[in-house]
DNA sequence: GTATTGTTTTTTGCATTCATTACGCAATAT
DNA sequence: ATATTGCGTAATGAATGCAAAAAACAATAC
């Protein structure tokens, strides 16, 4: 039995390897898709035969991607028993943005140290841009907009650990952040911390943008809360 | 330290249901302690089918059990080519040290605010162990009563998406920790900011308590990476 | 009518088998 | 000698089959 070469993975030089998708690694994707979506509704059993039918595959693979998917806490398997699309308390939701808003402060101090112009410039475009999704009324423009600074100033903050922990609690929270709808006014308001924070972020001021940021998700999580009904 | 088994199913009321672990779940837990260990080294290539044969249980459980590794970022999976210990690069350790020492900041701050005085007297008697430790020179038992030390805070905090990714970013680096030889003067420094950890946590004082932490576990990072050679 | 027990059916868990992909080595050409 | 091509082997990926566990249902006792 012999050991093949392990040099052409993870010698220095980056290897050129490409990469097809496995198929379990797909079906995360989908099923991720699927739950933020709503086609999966928190609390509902995932019964492995009819979803594999449904997604014409085996259950080999996707029990492997139920596996990865609890893991990162979007689902929740109970052994002999089954899986099911995690159904979030009251109580993780708000531990959960409580502790993304500390990660957004840590992701703007880090931006203003870290951040190029040029992408200092990216930002602005898009904050415009979402300006103008706000002042159209358009909220799943402005919603896009928004993710996509807050994921830029993740980026700029050049911290990769801190990067992957904010995306995996953010896909637990997102499908929550749509739910909440906001009044004019929050949004007013949502807008205007967003114009302070840029110019934060311009002025390379990391600890107003720390606080900014953090204050920002608290809010949001106050937002989420007020909507969110325990269903028992 | 346990990784997996949501203990409960998700009804209001708490399930009775006893949940013998599954065995997928061992393996995560076995290979882990591994990994951990040093018993499979980073950057070493896992053959499914032979550590199948070691543990003595079928390819199928262990491909699950390394999808959940290679989730936690223990293991790194590249597809049609095989699964190897994840093997950080100095870039990565810094990193995840850097959000791991904003982690404790948080940590601390929550435990001040929630600490009851049970876990307080429970903390100092750690604390006094470790001291023990110290002056007796046991590193292992200094560092099993660190560690709790440091469990017990992230505990007493009382947000458990805060403890989880404290737990995931801690499983990835212990292996790490272990390996940093402190001189004693080092040793005799980090004494010396345990004590004044205490003091802050018994007076309730947040800031200072969170500020040590952060320190604290910079310092850490700058001792392991000191250690640390960029095997090529 | 309710509760309990026994039986059937469904579902999960794991092992095995088959297919696909990539590696390693030898043969060949340059 | 070096590079390239082709083939055999060994690895991973996915599907199927089988056993064990649990849920659903029916029958019985009270």
Chains 1, 2 share one sequence.
Not at 24 to 38: A, N, P, S, W
Not at 120 to 149: D, S
């Amino acid at each position: 039995m012999q050991i093949p070469n392990e040099a052409t993975l993870e010698t220095s030089g980056r290897s050129l390897r490409i990469e097809r998708a496995a198929l379990h690694d797909q079906i995360v994707q989908r099923l991720h898709d699927l739950i933020t979506e709503g086609e999966l509704k928190p609390g509902e059993r995932i019964n492995e035969r009819e979803l594999a039918g449904r997604l014409d595959v085996s259950r080999t693979p996707l029990r492997e991607a139920l596996r990865v998917l609890a893991a990162e806490k979007l689902v929740t398997i109970s052994p002999n028993y089954g899986a099911f699309v995690t159904r979030m308390t009251r109580r993780e939701i708000q531990d959960a943005f409580e502790l993304m808003s500390k990660l957004e402060r840590f992701s703007g101090e880090l931006a203003c140290e870290r951040i190029t112009s040029e992408e200092l410039e990216t930002i602005r475009g898009v904050h415009e841009a979402m300006m103008a999704h706000w002042q159209q009324q358009n909220l799943p423009g402005y919603y896009h907009a928004n993710q996509q600074i807050h994921d830029l100033i993740n980026q700029a903050a050049r911290n990769d650990a801190l990067r992957q922990t904010y995306l995996s609690l953010n896909r637990r929270l997102h499908p929550l952040r749509l739910s909440s709808n906001r009044s004019d006014t929050k949004w007013r308001r949502a807008v205007a911390e967003h114009e302070q924070m840029l110019t934060a972020l311009e002025s390379r001021d990391g600890d107003t943008l720390g606080q900014l940021m953090e204050r920002h998700l608290l809010e949001k999580r106050d937002a989420v809360l007020a909507d969110w009904r325990d269903e028992a």
